[in-house]
T-cell receptor, first 113, second 117 residues
């Protein structure tokens, strides 16, 4: 049973517009959420994270929103740039006592010039 | 440059071969991980080490054998693999384990693309 779901396998956005990537989770014990970006032939790179005590975290063009009641988080990229084209993974972990980050299957973002 | 280096980047082996994947982290982290990524599936955690001690073995077949000689190095020894073991194997490290009181991301290597003939 997949505890972290990214239901959109792909997304295309025009350069300069907003990209919104979504992630849903089922485990209410998750309290830390992360987004990773992955280019082909490279490992995932950490992008931004959010703790469950917050509902928003912003870093430059990237903002993550957390809706705990809906068990939903989203990553907003604005403005989108062609270099943002990559696969984006969301991940979650629960504390204390677990050693796992649970990953989604990823969403491939293509930013069109 | 992620601070986590994996070698080799690509490996093709027969089912009866023995090979090893190597991971080295230069970040001073205490926790290291092996993940498997198959096509269209989420990253699948295989093993977790904290301060050279294995803390998680996620129901991985015994044909995969990890080794952590020190906190900077992690190996995955492979023996009599099956075609379904063909995948991208990713190593990661973090300062400490998740849930250790401080939230922190994992840093990944670029992976080893493994193909079993």
């Amino acid at each position: 049973d997949q505890q972290v779901k990214q239901n959109s396998p792909s997304l295309s956005v025009q350069e300069g517009r907003i990209s919104i990537l979504n992630c849903d989770y089922t485990n209410s014990m998750f309290d830390y959420f992360l987004w990773y970006k992955k280019y082909p032939a490279e490992g995932p790179t950490f992008l931004i994270s959010i703790s469950s005590i917050k509902d928003k975290n912003e870093d430059g063009r990237f903002t993550v929103f957390l809706n705990k009641s809906a068990k939903h988080l989203s990553l907003h990229i604005v403005p989108s740039q062609p270099g943002d084209s990559a696969v984006y993974f969301c991940a979650a972990s629960a504390s204390p006592g677990t050693y796992k980050y649970i990953f989604g299957t990823g969403t491939r973002l293509k930013v069109l010039a | 440059e992620t601070g986590v280096t994996q070698t080799p980047r690509h490996l093709v082996m027969g089912m009866t071969n023995k090979k090893s994947l190597k991971c080295e982290q230069h970040l001073g982290h205490n926790a290291m991980y092996w993940y498997k990524q198959s096509a269209k599936k989420p990253l699948e955690l295989m093993f977790v080490y904290s301060l050279e001690e294995r803390v998680e073995n996620n129901s991985v077949p015994s044909r995969f054998s990890p080794e952590c000689p020190n906190s900077s190095h992690l190996f995955l020894h492979l023996h009599t693999l099956q075609p379904e073991d063909s995948a991208l194997y990713l190593c990661a490290s973090s300062q400490d384990l998740p849930g250790a009181g401080v939230n922190q991301p994992q840093h990944f290597g670029d992976g080893t693309r493994l193909s079993i003939l």
